[in-house]
């Protein structure tokens, strides 16, 4: 009798690989389902009334496979932002270290579904979920309580990295698990899935706590108010913010609804372990001399209703950017903000602020690890198969190349993107059939095709154009019009001398039809937009958007 086969385990990403942001992985094996996160990105054009992107979930819905249960590695929006809208389709227990909870809590409560299973995942726990045993290992990112994991599943081992750094000197004491990590590759790992965000840059990425004395630096040398914007989940840099502000002799004031209450978060979690009254309010501070103040905001990356976009702007109704202020950018500017961010930038530096940013000053350490830690998780892994994941295409071709140069077989290194799958069975690694995928855009608080944004990019850069007649329901004959509208084509209220000849065009046509009894609403309809098509191409050369309108009167 031959042996029974064990079932194998198929990694499908759904998100993550191939852009910063949008993570989701899945993992299935006899019908089964776990889900590593559940991120969200924010679109490169902003401005067309769209808030966020998620990942599609349609492969997920059409599946029928049984999820048991939805993993997250750390705080981050970008993978945890989309759990809302996950958990609005599929009702399945939520794991995550105390702090991530804390933020998914938070975020639940103001979008999310009630009654949400949520269960602590506490390094070195394990758990088994449906046929896959995982175990959370302890590493070091820019937000506390980050972690990796070790997956155990009837194909082989799995280690995930989560987002990581190697970082000597966490702020907060825990320290990456080394050990953890080397004693799986002993044990034999038989796949690894690992953070590719900083492939391009040689080196080691910095410790976080080199970051205080800068800003000790930067804010002793501040006559005015001091300015630091960060991501809100990054309780770490808000707390050395807080203790240089502190010894300076400043109080801090959170700005904004969501850095106000992640700085409750990390006092009630102890991540914000600061002197007493470090922290003030803002109606506090309106009795304190600017030189004692320290302001954290989020908006670092250019949001336009972020608490520094409105200091930008000069719409914060309490707090007004100065001659003498100090504003400091501490984050990476991702990929597709650069240019909402230099706004900012411009803004903030015409209100006479004084802004920093890399390169300008060492305001920031990265939360990910350059190729010298990448290299140090492959050695200790010494995984059989490598997947680069978490990063746009190049990042990952680089990560593959230094798996490859690590030392894994370049057989077994495999560069996928959202959709691609992979398959682990009999001990072998091979690519399976790939799945749709795609973006859901967030559209206030309802989720918008993404051909709509199209069309909304169409009539930002091309205009419309309104034409409207009237025909007598009696005679079906044109009783008045075309009257031409347009928007974003032609200046002025529709006198101008392109419109006045656009419209004799258009009139011209329409006696045509008239004079041959073709009157009807739809061939009058497709002889305005032909006419108007071809009269704005060859006059001015562009192509608006054509409205036409036909009223029975």
């Known amino acids: 009798m031959s ?50 992107l998620l990942p599609d979930l349609s ?37 995550g270290t105390e702090l991530t909870l804390a933020f998914v809590r938070r975020a639940l409560s103001e979008e999310g579904p009630v009654g949400v299973d949520l269960r602590p995942l506490r390094p070195p726990m394990l758990s088994q979920l449906g046929p896959f045993g995982v175990e959370p290992l302890r590493v070091t990112h820019s937000t506390p309580d980050s972690i990796g994991l070790a997956i155990r599943t009837p194909a082989g081992l799995i280690v995930h990295t989560g987002d990581f750094k190697i970082d000597p000197a966490p702020i907060d004491g825990i320290q990456f698990d080394t050990e953890r990590f080397s004693q799986l590759g002993a044990e034999g790992v038989d796949l690894l899935l690992s953070d590719s965000t900083n492939a391009e840059l040689e ?45 300076a002799g400043r109080y801090v004031v959170p700005l904004g609804r969501r850095m106000a209450e992640s700085v409750r978060l990390g006092l009630e979690t102890g ?7 470090t922290f003030i309010d803002r109606a506090e501070a309106e009795f304190v001399e600017p030189r004692r103040l320290a302001f954290l905001t989020s908006g670092s990356q250019g949001e336009p209703l972020s608490a520094l976009a409105k200091l930008a702007n000069d719409t914060q109704p309490q707090v007004h950017i100065e001659e003498g202020d100090t504003v400091v950018l501490s984050s990476r500017f991702i990929p597709g903000n650069e240019r909402t961010i230099h ?118 850069q091309k205009g419309t154009v309104i034409a409207i007649v009237a025909v007598s329901m009696r005679t079906g004959k044109i009783v008045t ?28 046509r329409l006696k045509i039809l008239d004079a041959h009894g073709r009157t009807d609403g739809t061939q009058i309809r497709e002889e305005m937009v032909r006419t108007l098509r071809r009269y704005f191409s060859t006059s001015i050369g562009k192509r608006p958007i054509i409205l036409p309108y036909v009223m029975e009167v």
Do not use: W
């Not at 990105?41 to 966020?52: D, S, T, V």
């Open 203 to 247: 080196g080691r990425s910095g410790s976080e706590s080199s970051l205080k004395s800068v800003l000790s630096t930067l804010i002793g040398r501040t006559p005015r108010r001091f300015f630091l914007s960060c991501f809100s989940s990054h309780l770490h840099r808000i707390r050395q913010l807080a203790e240089a502000a502190h010894e």
């Open 3 to 52: 042996a029974l086969r064990t079932p194998p385990v198929r990694i499908v990403p759904l998100g993550g690989l191939g852009e910063i942001g949008l993570n989701l992985l899945v993992i299935e094996c006899a019908q089964h389902a776990i889900i590593i996160d559940a991120g969200v990105m924010f679109p490169e054009e902003r401005g067309f009334g769209f808030g966020r």
């Open 271 to 277: 991540q914000l372990n600061v002197a007493r009254n």
């Open 59 to 95: 492969y997920l819905e059409h599946s029928r496979l049984q999820i048991d249960a939805i993993i997250l590695t750390h705080g981050h929006d970008d993978h945890i932002g989309a759990l809302p809208y996950l958990l609005r389709k599929f009702h399945v227990p939520v794991y």
């Open 343 to 460: 706004s900012v930038i411009n803004s903030l530096c015409k209100r006479g602020a004084e802004v920093l940013y890399e390169p300008l000053a060492p305001v920031h350490v990265s939360g990910h690890a350059r190729r010298d830690e990448l290299r140090e998780m492959i050695h200790m892994v010494r995984p059989r198969h490598f997947v680069p994941i978490h990063g746009e295409y190049r990042h990952l071709a680089l990560h593959r190349a230094l798996a490859i140069r690590s030392g894994v077989a370049e057989r077994d290194c495999f560069l996928l993107e959202d959709g691609d799958t992979l398959v682990m069975a009999d001990g072998k690694v091979r690519r399976g059939a790939s799945v749709a995928t795609g973006r859901v855009i967030e559209d206030g608080e309802e989720f918008a095709d993404p051909g709509l944004l199209r069309e909304r990019r169409a009539l930002a």
């Open 481 to 508: 019009g075309p009257h031409l509208l347009s928007r974003g084509v032609i200046s002025g209220d529709g006198t101008s001398s392109h419109m006045t000849r656009a419209r004799g065009e258009v009139l011209a």
